[in-house]
């Protein structure tokens, strides 16, 4: 092992698991917030079976304004917000809110698109079986679109990471504030480019992942 890292190690570890809490918190408030913005934005627009203008329009605008941020704007406009929630803006906890927010809105994009791309007939014969709303949601639409899904959170994961890197603006540590004040501010190159083999390591096998559960579970 390179002398560097053996010299940072502990403090390689400790980012490398700040970057895992931010981007965890980042998957969770994806899934469960994320998701279900996204189901609704699809079943209230023209034409689908929740279709309600005033509902869609408010979360589409929502939606778009959030995703419109330059994320370092977003980071720091939601400074107070931070403040308010958790008492404190600085620290990884801190990092997750404006994480969470823009995870949100991205992942529930996503999760629109995958809806649209599921046939029509399949809501259509799903309504002529008496199916109630919760079961076109859960037993046809999600199992239709779960290989969209799967793809786009694995796209999502990958977004995090790169927004993760961020945070220190924050002091939300992570690999890449990390690299930044010890290999950059350092002049310590080496280390910098270390930083990026890990993270470029990690993204690949968080693709390699999703792509391969993408393709298990897609039976169409």
Partial sequence: MPELLVQYETEIWTSIGETFVMVGVSILAAILIGLPVGT???LCRKGQVLENQFV???????VNIIRSFPFLLLVVFLIPFTRLVLGTAIGTAAATVPLSIIAIAHYSRLVEQSLLEVPKGVIEAA?????SIQDIIFKF???EARSGFVLGLTTSIISFISYSTIM???GGGGIGDFAIRYGYQQFKTELMIYMIIIMVILVQLIQFFGTTVSRMIDKR
Wanted: charged content about 0%.
């Fill in 127 to 131: 309504i002529s079986m008496g199916a």
């Fill in 168 to 170: 220190g603006v924050v």
């Fill in 141 to 143: 639409l999600y199992v």
């Fill in 40 to 42: 609704f934005l699809f």
């Fill in 56 to 62: 869609f329009s408010i979360l589409n605008l929502l």
